[in-house]
């Protein structure tokens, strides 16, 4: 058996609002945005400040949004709850993982189809950024596989090997689809792709966020930058000296 095997699992939250407001944080600048949008939803996020550097993404800023239904909850609760989660976050600029649901019809969730229950979602999130001038793209999943792996063809383990590398995590492989880590894993490269495609346009000024929480100060004890090389190739990451 492999020494130091990985055995963590995503944090996952279930207050939308209180979620939001956590990933506020003083002088990080505008916020970077990946999701991977589902009734568990994956979320990774950074930061690009006024002084146009972009901190470079960890597993302390990630992790799942429950938005699953309660006994008496309405029909379009989920969306309230990403519609809320967005609102309290203010993202400068949003990225989530586009989904292919072909065949899906077979298969209800709470009697809402997979496929429906998806493009609820993107057009929520499509909404929000509409009402608040806020960029979103949607990255296809082939692109996403291929940041992570290299390889657009890659399976879940591949994709969560991938994150515990890059970003820190210690994600369970072998139940990563049971933990969801996987979703968490998508999250963190659409953020990847996000950066690497569009890092360069947004302005670092637009959102500047007062307040700070242990959240955000578990990842700030010593600030990460990452340089954006051309030819959108991957970036490279420097330490940075702390805004102290």
Request: aromatic share 6%; proline share 6%.
């Amino acid at each position: 058996m492999a020494k130091n095997k990985p055995t963590g699992k995503p944090v996952r939250n279930r207050d939308p609002v209180a979620l939001g407001k956590g990933l506020q944080g003083p002088n990080h600048g505008a916020m970077l945005l990946g999701l991977d949008l589902g009734t568990q939803a994956g979320y990774a996020f950074t930061f690009k400040h006024p002084n146009g550097d972009i901190l470079a993404p960890n597993a302390a800023w990630m992790g799942l949004l429950d938005m699953s239904m309660g006994d008496s909850d309405a029909g379009p609760i989920r969306q309230v709850k990403l519609w809320h989660f967005l609102e309290n976050a203010k993202p400068a600029m949003v990225a989530f993982e586009g989904r292919d649901f072909a065949g899906s019809s077979q298969f209800e969730i709470s009697g809402m189809k997979a496929a429906e229950l998806s493009a609820s979602f993107r057009t929520s999130v499509a909404l929000w950024c509409h009402f608040n001038n806020t960029p979103c793209c949607a990255v296809p999943i082939g692109t996403v596989k291929k940041r992570a792996t290299g390889s657009g063809n890659a399976g879940k383990p591949a994709i969560v090997q991938a994150c515990n590398l890059e970003f820190g995590t210690n994600f369970s492989i072998d139940d990563c689809e049971k933990t969801h880590a996987d979703d968490v894993a998508d999250a963190a490269f659409v953020l990847a792709v996000l950066i690497d495609h569009y890092g360069d346009g947004v302005d670092g000024s637009k959102t500047l966020r007062s307040g700070m929480d242990d959240h955000i100060a578990i990842a700030t004890s010593k600030v990460r930058v990452l340089e954006l090389p051309a030819g959108g190739k991957q970036p490279r990451v420097k330490d940075a000296p702390s805004d102290n």
